[in-house]
């Protein structure tokens, strides 16, 4: 792999980061809708990009025997980690949601050993003990503590996310396109929470509308722009670019809303970034030997 692949890999995942955080941010922009209405029209812009994307290619929308179940867990669980990382948005500082949701990578790991019969070692298994006791300084567990419950929605955000982000490792080993994988998960999310949205719908301003929008096309842009960084450089070399997200979710989160998180909040993203710090080095020097 040459330096300029390697840069372009990372801008694009840093850019993908930055989209991420955007969407986050638009979620909270757009005022006291549900969110689960929020979550659909998210959904709904990813559905339509997808589509887009399957129809220019001309790529078939057929989904062989062995792929449909995992499909469906993806689809299943991936509704689930958006519904939580929602919730916990409208609910959480921006930055705290955000990391929580970043917890994914390590539940992923977890469920490569049940589901796909991965095998974890001892310093994966240190890492992974080291990212749940920096979610423990962010979620501050207390009957006390009025943010308890989104934060412990939070997490489950990124335990649906884990087990989402196993499936799609599964289904591409199995060569299911990466936008065939988007539109069923997208159309699926938009069809399951239609019930609820026209049961609840609460009215829309244009003003909130085109935020919702701008949320569907900046989680659009971060989708593209992740695919994009591991067309150019293995995941081993700029994964741990990902986490620039709570640095941009901590900049927006006190630029537009005045937060600041707490120490405790602090040591936990430290813990977390560390623990992904020293899996991403661990896998990259694993793959180099």
Avoid at 110 to 138: D, N
């Amino acid at each position: 792999m040459n330096k300029e692949n390697y840069l372009r890999g990372m801008l694009m995942i840093i850019l993908s980061a930055f989209f991420f955080a955007c969407m986050n941010v638009c979620v909270r922009l757009s005022g006291d809708l549900p969110f689960v209405q929020k979550s659909f029209f998210r959904n709904l812009v990813a559905a339509v990009f997808a589509a887009i994307v399957i129809l220019k290619n001309h790529t078939s929308l057929k989904v062989q025997k062995d792929c449909r179940i995992p499909l469906a867990m993806r689809c299943i669980f991936g509704t689930m980690g958006i519904l939580c990382n929602f919730y916990a948005v409208d609910h959480l500082m921006v930055a705290d949601a955000s990391i929580l949701n970043k917890l994914s990578p390590f539940f992923a790991i977890l469920f490569s050993l049940l589901f796909l019969k991965e095998k974890i070692t001892r310093f994966q298994s240190g890492c992974v003990v080291l990212a749940f006791v920096g979610c423990l300084f962010i979620v501050k567990p207390s009957f006390q503590n009025t943010a308890l419950m989104p934060a412990l929605i939070g997490v489950c955000g990124g335990l649906g996310a884990g087990i989402a982000y196993t499936m799609v490792r599964y289904l591409g080993n199995h060569g299911l396109k990466g936008p065939v994988i988007v539109f069923y998960f997208s159309l699926f999310s938009c069809l399951i929470v239609l019930p609820w949205v026209i049961a609840g719908f609460v009215p829309v301003s244009v003003k909130q509308l085109c935020i919702l929008l701008m949320a569907g096309l900046f989680a659009a842009g971060g989708q593209f722009c992740i695919t994009a960084a591991y067309t150019y450089a293995p995941a081993r070399k700029i994964s741990i670019y990902d986490y620039s997200q709570i640095l941009f979710a901590t900049i927006l989160g006190f630029c537009l809303f005045g937060e600041i998180p707490d120490v405790y909040s602090f040591i936990g993203y430290g813990l977390i970034v560390a623990a992904s710090l020293l899996m991403f080095l661990y896998n990259r020097k694993k793959k180099d030997i």
